[in-house]
């Protein structure tokens, strides 16, 4: 298959954990790069519904390794709860198909801490993150005071250090009026949490490079979306790390040669959780439609997904910025039942027609959206699996997502079975 990079190409949820498993058959290796578990990636096999937060989708594939990269931020309790959760569920783990990298960062519970006491200081500046402590723990890797995964198994200086920052940001959480931590019980916990992890903790790097030489086949799992990028998104409204392909590289050690191609996956509408500009967002009356039909609740957090019609001035930047040489597009079937269904091709800000995204979210809040409407085909998708015998309309609305976007849909998912795939052109 070549080693390929899925990401979202929107601000998250566009149905990557799904697409992972269709593509999981063909590689050898998976590997998360970024983020944390913030990330809620569902995959539906049989009658079997399974959430992974920290673990590669291909967990679910016997035979493959997953990996979590350097670029993700690991909470070691929350990677222990899902490693047990999955187990129950009849997933095999062990240290053969799960490998950690020693030198990813930690979620330490301050992050955790300082994350919802921010959040919940101001209703008017938040930004609706997960309050998994993604921000906080990326901004002590930045700062250099972060903890590292493999810093779990050095138990005196793990201890000396922690002393030293639970202090530090006790005095962060009290401003915030949130209760201080003590430091031993954290350290019991975290170097508990370590000796259960140890024989998981690898040179992920040396891991990844042994499979190139042998030409393996790496699937590289983005969490979030484009827009949700650190430095590309609708920032501040963004995650603190770098979901866009780009960040595969960094995230991982493997090199920018060594990448083969790059697959964005869309959902066939546009959904985004928490605060920020929405130009496409629906109507209160669509909106909660949408939701109830595309079961558009987080997988993370349970929050309702806010829903919007497919923008291709987003889609269009996504391709770009991650240089998407297929678009995999998911939940089709959601709108089935539609009379008309549009897509955002420009956006008019005062008198003047933007082709782009603007930089600034606060201009991005208040553009509106230049639609083009298409008739819908109101029959069900659901059990449709060859493209030409989609409805016409349908037909019509997927290439009209193809021409705008500026790249090919391989992939058309029409329910979140494993079977509901429509391959459409023979190159994924
Ligand atoms: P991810 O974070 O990108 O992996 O996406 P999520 O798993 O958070 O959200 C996508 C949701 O849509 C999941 O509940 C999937 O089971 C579901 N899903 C994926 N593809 C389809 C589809 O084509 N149709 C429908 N109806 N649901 C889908
Ligand atoms: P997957 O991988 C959708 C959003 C949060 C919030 C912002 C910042 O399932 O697509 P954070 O906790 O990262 O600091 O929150 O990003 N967000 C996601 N939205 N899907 C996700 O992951 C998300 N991960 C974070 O809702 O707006
Ligand atoms: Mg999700």
């Known amino acids: 298959m070549a080693n390929t990079i899925l990401v979202g190409g929107q601000w998250g949820d566009e149905g990557k954990g799904r697409i992972i498993d269709l593509l999981t058959r063909r590689a050898d290796y998976v590997v ?29 594939h016997p035979g493959k390794v997953c990996v979590i990269g350097n670029g993700v931020v690991v909470d070691p309790i929350a990677l222990l709860k899902e490693m047990d959760g999955l ?20 979620v330490m519970p301050y992050h955790r801490l300082l994350d919802e006491g921010r959040e919940d200081a101001s ?7 997960t309050k998994r402590g993604i921000g906080p723990a990326y901004g002590d890797k930045a700062s250099r005071t972060g903890f590292r995964v493999l810093d779990l198994l050095k138990p005196a200086a793990f201890r000396e250090k922690l002393a030293r920052r639970v202090r530090e940001n006790n005095a962060l959480l009290r401003a915030l009026g949130v209760r201080p931590l003590a430091a031993a019980a954290v350290a019991a916990e975290y170097l508990a949490a370590g000796r259960r992890l140890r024989p998981f903790i690898g040179d992920a790097v040396a891991l990844l490079h042994t499979a190139l030489r042998r030409k393996r086949d790496i699937l590289f799992e983005g969490a979030q979306g484009a827009f949700l990028d650190l430095d590309f998104g609708t920032y501040p409204y963004v995650t603190s790390s770098h979901p866009t392909s780009g960040g595969a590289c960094v995230g991982s050690g493997v090199p920018p040669h060594r990448m083969d191609r790059v ?49 291709a001035v987003v889609a269009r930047a996504s391709v770009r910025l991650n240089g998407m040489d297929d678009l995999a597009i998911t939940k089709l079937d959601v709108l089935d039942h539609l009379a008309e269904i549009k897509i955002c091709v420009a956006y008019r800000l005062g008198s ?10 606060d201009l991005l809040r208040c553009v509106k959206p230049v639609y083009e409407t298409w008739p819908g085909w109101r029959a069900s998708t659901r059990e449709i699996r060859r493209f030409r015998d989609l409805p016409r309309a349908a037909q019509a609305y997927l290439k009209a997502i ?15 079975r494993r079977d509901q795939t429509i391959f459409v052109n023979g190159r994924l």
């Open 402 to 416: 193809e021409r705008h976007a500026g790249a090919p849909i391989s992939i058309v998912s029409v329910g979140p």
């Open 352 to 361: 003047k027609r933007l082709d782009t995204v603007p930089m600034d979210a």
């Open 263 to 311: 697959v964005g996956v869309m959902k066939a509408y546009t959904t985004r959780v928490g605060e920020g500009p929405f130009p496409t967002e629906y109507g209160a009356v669509l909106g909660a439609e949408i939701q109830k039909v595309g079961d558009e609740f987080g997988r993370t957090t349970g929050r309702g997904r806010r829903c919007g019609w497919f923008d």
């Open 87 to 106: 187990r129950k569920q009849g997933i095999r783990i062990s240290p053969k198909n799960l490998v950690v990298s020693g030198i990813a960062h930690l």
């Open 32 to 60: 998360r790069y970024q983020g944390g578990s913030n990330a809620g990636h569902e995959v539906h096999i049989g009658a079997k519904t399974y959430v992974m937060h920290l673990i590669p989708s291909g967990i679910l």
């Open 123 to 129: 209703k008017r500046h938040r930004i609706g993150t």
